[in-house]
Nanobody, 125 residues
Framework: QVQVVESGGGSVQAGGSLRLSCEVSGYTYNRNCVAWFRQAPGKEREGVAAVDTDDRTTYYADSVKGRFTISRDKVKNTVYLQMDSLQREDTATYYC??????????????????WGQGTQVTVSS
């Protein structure tokens, strides 16, 4: 059974940094697309970033390009989201999601089979 466990959320002032972690376990073959989504109160869940099965191809929402970096540590089966220059608009619950194939519609919620429980990120001014 595939499990997805996020950690690393918290509160930070605008301009600060946080790193989220997503540990994915249970896949028979360690080739999967992993993405981060976020959902703010009253808003739709949106794709933030994803890393593809080759560990090199990455995708980002325009709103976070240049500020967020997604990466994967295959030994630890963990995907990280380094978030720098955080803004109040980044406040949301962040969810990690995965599917056992490559990312071809990376920012579509329906694309993913397994989700984590979410971790809260709050950015204050």
């Amino acid at each position: 059974q595939v499990q997805v466990v996020e950690s690393g959320g918290g509160s930070v002032q605008a301009g600060g940094s946080l790193r989220l972690s997503c540990e994915v376990s249970g896949y028979t073959y360690n080739r999967n697309c992993v993405a981060w989504f976020r959902q703010a109160p009253g808003k739709e869940r949106e794709g933030v970033a994803a890393v593809d099965t080759d560990d090199r191809t990455t995708y980002y929402a325009d709103s976070v390009k240049g500020r967020f970096t997604i990466s994967r540590d295959k030994v630890k089966n963990t995907v990280y989201l380094q978030m720098d220059s955080l803004q109040r608009e980044d406040t949301a619950t962040y969810y990690c999601a995965t599917r056992g194939s490559w990312c071809y519609f990376w920012n579509s919620r329906a694309h993913y089979d397994y989700w984590g429980q979410g971790t809260q990120v709050t950015v204050s001014s």
